[in-house]
């Protein structure tokens, strides 16, 4: 199971996915666009990341052994409790399901 939880309220373990973290979403809402935009720019350079086969790899990798071996808790600044807000972290998750659902088939 992955979680996403707000930085500013969640109080327990998890991996940290804000700036300057590595899968920290380098665009900023305002700067470079909508919400919407920055998360679908950020879903463009997690696609890049991922075909470099890198650092950000590397880690994406690290994230899914976790939730494969349980709950994986991703905390970011931007996700609200009780509120459906989009969020990198969505990004984050949904590659992370996706590596594992291709590591399963290997």
């Known amino acids: 199971m992955i979680r996403i939880e ?3 309220t969640y109080r327990g ?3 940290y ?4 973290s590595l899968l920290g979403n380098p665009f900023k809402i305002g700067q470079h666009g909508t919400r919407e935009e920055v998360v679908q720019r950020y ?3 997690l696609w890049r990341q991922i075909q470099l086969r890198g650092e950000v790899y590397a880690e ?3 994230l899914a052994a976790i ?3 349980g709950e ?3 905390i970011c600044w931007c996700k609200e409790p009780g509120r459906s807000v989009q969020c990198h972290g969505d990004v984050l998750e949904s590659a992370v399901r996706w590596l594992h ?4 088939l290997s």
């Not at 996915?17 to 300057?20: A, E, K, L, S």
């Not at 659902?101 to 399963?104: K, P």
């Open 6 to 8: 707000n930085k500013k």
């Open 13 to 15: 373990e998890g991996v």
């Open 17 to 20: 996915i804000g700036r300057p």
């Open 43 to 45: 879903k463009a350079w």
């Open 60 to 62: 994406l990798k690290r």
């Open 67 to 69: 939730a494969k071996q």
């Open 72 to 74: 994986l808790v991703l």
């Open 101 to 104: 659902s291709v590591e399963a």
